[in-house]
């Protein structure tokens, strides 16, 4: 796949987040002048693997493996400056250069305070009382976005100066809930650590269009924990779908040019919620094991299933996918039997579901319908798909009416076929 000049391609997952879109960044940076995350925060993680080596990012762009490329965090991001000041650090010392001019955060992305970690944690403790549990990471993400809405939190603009936090900080004062003495030192030294990384990424990200610079835009986490259009309330606290990918970088969204959807070639979940596809007992901890399906940054088991066809066609409306990039199919490998989700029935009524599950309770009565294909030995050989892949890849496409772009083969960068 070519990246256009002058046009920014978005990358973002379809199903409930972990689905390799770092890799795929990884990847198409290679061709990209600015790469940026546009919205989540450090409760979503990339991992890539270059020659062997592990690399884990948490609010650092996949394209800060290519020197090649700028790096920016949007105005949609939240941003926790200590996790920050620790990822730069730990990428420089694996051997990949940060510097001003390389990476750009935006002043209006918001602030991760101590007090949203706690008030998550709170929250979160609240509701494993009445059974309403979300399975937050706990990392300040939802307080933080509620403070974005409630005009009430910092932002990064807010942080580059001492003094103007600190009358910020008076303004509000339950912000200043766990920053008190050294802590409040050691934050206020880190946003000067981080100041010169400070900028209007918006107008980077616009003038370098204007210039031809071919731009990424990296999604987080996936559409089925989109705060809107996900398994409500099960979900996290952003607008994940590539609608809102656009206003989280501040670039007009007809200058998206390609909506690349990634996907497993089966399911995961982590927290809790609705999980039609969810498989149980020795096989799902065998899948488990073999995709090795831990949290990225929180190390949490990942629920494993099928893939469910039925919320993929859905959300490649919702989403305008131009493209589907087929990860993790190499994990199937042996397996006799790969199951597809291709229908739901009502538990209430034993029959076909009417419409897409809207609520809770529709999510809880969904029974998923699942056909069989055969498996595969092994994804390809060179280029050529095997033949039992290729039939579960046009199965996939003709469901969903979106052609694949590219197909993972193995874990590292070079392992992946383009089709388009």
Same mark, same amino acid.
């Given at each position: ?28 940076? $290679? ?69 001003? $001019? ?77 920053? $008190? ?94 999980y039609p596809a969810e498989l149980s007992g020795p096989f799902a901890d065998e899948l488990r094991k073999r995709g090795h399906e831990f949290g990225t940054n929180t190390g949490r088991p990942r629920s494993v299933g099928w893939l469910d066809l039925v919320a993929l066609r859905y959300l490649a409306k919702i989403n305008g996918l131009t493209g589907l990039a087929i990860m993790k199919?190499?994990v199937l490998a042996g397996i006799e039997h790969i199951g597809l989700i291709t229908n739901y029935n009502d538990k209430r009524t034993n029959k076909e579901m009417n419409g897409y599950p809207m609520t809770q309770n529709a999510w809880d009565n969904v029974e998923p319908v699942i056909e069989f294909m055969d498996g595969w030995e092994n994804v390809a050989v060179g280029s050529n ?26 874990? $590292? ?8």
């Open positions: 796949m070519k990246l256009k000049h002058g046009a920014a391609t978005l990358v973002l997952g379809v199903q409930y987040g972990d689905e390799g879109k770092g890799k795929l960044v990884d990847v198409l940076a $290679e061709q990209a002048e600015l790469v940026c995350r546009v919205q989540g925060g450090n409760n979503a993680g990339h991992t890539i693997w270059v020659n062997g080596e592990k690399i884990v990012t948490q609010l650092l762009p996949s394209g800060i493996l290519r020197e090649n490329c700028e790096i920016g965090i949007g105005a949609g991001v939240v941003v926790d400056p200590f996790v920050l000041r620790d990822e730069i650090k730990k990428i420089k010392s694996q051997g990949y250069d940060i510097t001003p $001019e390389r990476l750009h955060v935006d002043y209006r992305a918001s602030v991760i305070l101590p007090y949203h970690k706690n008030m998550d944690l709170k929250r979160e403790l609240e509701r494993s009382k009445n059974t309403t549990k979300i399975g937050t990471t706990g990392r300040g993400i939802g307080p933080t976005y509620a403070s974005r809405a409630y005009r009430e939190g910092p932002r990064i603009a807010e942080i580059a100066s001492p003094e103007n936090f600190k009358n910020w900080l008076k303004a509000n004062p339950y912000l200043a809930e766990g920053l $008190e003495g050294k802590l409040l030192d050691e934050f206020l030294e880190t946003a000067e650590l981080l100041r010169p990384y400070m900028k209007d990424l918006a107008m980077i990200a616009n003038n370098r269009l204007s210039q031809g610079a071919r731009v990424l835009l990296e999604g987080a986490q996936g559409a089925m924990l989109d705060v809107s259009f996900g398994t409500y309330p099960y979900v996290t606290s952003s607008n994940l779908v590539a609608g809102s990918c656009a206003g989280g970088l501040g670039i007009p969204p007809w200058k998206i040019s390609s909506i690349l959807g990634v996907i497993k070639a089966y399911s995961t979940r982590v927290g809790n919620g609705p199919a190499d798909l095997n033949k039992n892949y290729k039939a579960f890849v046009k199965k996939i496409e003709e469901f969903i009416d979106v052609p694949s772009a590219y197909i993972s083969t193995g874990a $590292e960068r070079s392992e992946g076929i383009w089709l388009a």
